[in-house]
């Protein structure tokens, strides 16, 4: 573990210090890639990352690529930049123009809202934005896309009616992908915002109960059954069965 951090710190602090030798595509795959090495707050150099978010900030206008900023910004909250909202609050500017936003495929609008949500950054109108990109897109939205989205919304207690009634019913239709910790990742953001779901708590139910009754250990069942009991979702059926896993 020590050659990996070590590793990855000479990595970042080159990169850094560096980072005017880079073009803005480049700086925002390294951004993500590093993020994706960090392990712990004490990890990252705050002085080096400082150095970083300011050149991104002062260039912004040269990030043109939509795909490419939330690759940036996923990285920047991952690396766990949580007091600095100035690049969260010049890039959600830069994701509002039209042809930026609409170059945003699936993943990257699931990442976006994961990136945002994950700062505990909220832009009204740029979520409304990536809002409407989920509804249009949400129809092919697979279990992990599903989660993301939700729990992005949810963490900034943003309700939106719309978006939250797709992904409960995507969520249904695609009940049995769902790993015990996706799917109480999913239920505790629709309990968080008290937002009941019947459709997709059943069929979630189902898909342990029936095809996967061995899948919840206890502290699982428990965490599922305390999010529908939030949900006010009540079936008898499927309560005994999460209070017996949680036994």
Not at 35 to 52: D, I, K, N, Y
């Amino acid at each position: 573990d020590f050659t990996r951090r070590s590793l990855v710190h000479n990595a970042f602090v080159s990169f850094a210090r560096n980072v005017e030798l880079y073009t803005p595509a480049q700086i925002s795959a390294n951004s993500f890639h590093l993020g994706q090495l960090f392990r712990s707050p004490e990890e990252v150099q705050v002085e080096e990352l400082e150095v970083l978010v300011d050149h991104c900030v002062d260039h912004v206008e040269e990030f043109s690529s939509g795909p490419g900023i939330v690759k940036l910004l996923n990285g920047f909250t991952r690396l766990m930049l949580t007091t600095n909202r100035n690049p969260y609050v010049v890039f959600a500017a830069r994701l509002r123009h039209r042809p930026i936003l609409h170059t945003l495929r699936k993943t990257d609008v699931t990442m976006a809202i994961s990136a945002f949500g994950g700062a505990k950054f909220l832009d009204q109108h740029l979520f409304g934005a990536l809002a409407t990109r989920v509804t249009d897109l949400g129809h092919s939205f697979n279990a992990a896309e599903i989660t993301l989205t939700v729990s992005g919304y949810s963490s900034v207690h943003l309700l939106n009616d719309k978006l939250y009634a797709t992904m409960g019913h995507r969520a249904a239709e695609v009940a049995d992908e769902f790993s015990p910790t996706a799917a109480n990742k999913l239920l505790g953001g629709f309990a968080s915002l008290n937002l009941p779901n019947d459709d997709m708590c059943e069929k979630i139910a189902e898909s342990f109960m029936e095809k996967r009754p061995d899948a919840l250990d206890g502290p699982a069942a428990a965490q599922m059954l305390h999010s529908m009991c939030r949900m006010d979702y009540m079936d008898g059926n499927h309560y005994a069965y999460l209070a017996e896993s949680i036994c």
